[in-house]
Nanobody, 126 residues
Framework: VQLVESGGGLVQAGGSLRLSCAASGFTFDDYVIGWFRQAPGKEREGVSCIRSSDGDTYYADSVKGRFTISSDNAKNTVYLQMNSLKPEDTAVYYC????????????????????WGRGTQVTVSS
């Protein structure tokens, strides 16, 4: 499985970006895809995840109401729509494949995830 992120860039506070996570070598049946981010000097943190089998999604409190995760199975792509961006959203954003042995999805620990992409930089200026 290979995951490739795209869509990052430089945006002013209050602006929007849509990140894409394109999957290849992937049986896009029952899957979990998570988005994580890592700012300089900080640990990687979970942002959002989606479970295909039941449409379950989960968001970190810091992005709830501003970010929306979605998927297009025909394109083998998961999206992260980011609105009302804040300077503290600045980070490298990664997508990864997550465990399907539990119900729904979780982003409590990046150690549960694998097949990480290389990341895309998001910079929000104030």
């Amino acid at each position: 499985v290979q995951l490739v992120e795209s869509g990052g860039g430089l945006v002013q506070a209050g602006g929007s970006l849509r990140l894409s996570c394109a999957a290849s070598g992937f049986t896009f049946d029952d899957y979990v895809i998570g988005w994580f981010r890592q700012a300089p000097g900080k640990e990687r943190e979970g942002v959002s995840c989606i479970r295909s089998s039941d449409g379950d999604t989960y968001y970190a409190d810091s992005v709830k109401g501003r970010f929306t995760i979605s998927s297009d199975n025909a394109k083998n792509t998961v999206y992260l729509q980011m609105n009302s961006l804040k300077p503290e959203d600045t980070a490298v954003y990664y997508c990864a494949e997550g465990p399907t042995v539990i119900d729904g999805c979780v982003i409590s620990s990046s150690s549960y995830y694998f097949s990480w992409g290389r990341g895309t930089q998001v910079t929000v200026s104030s």
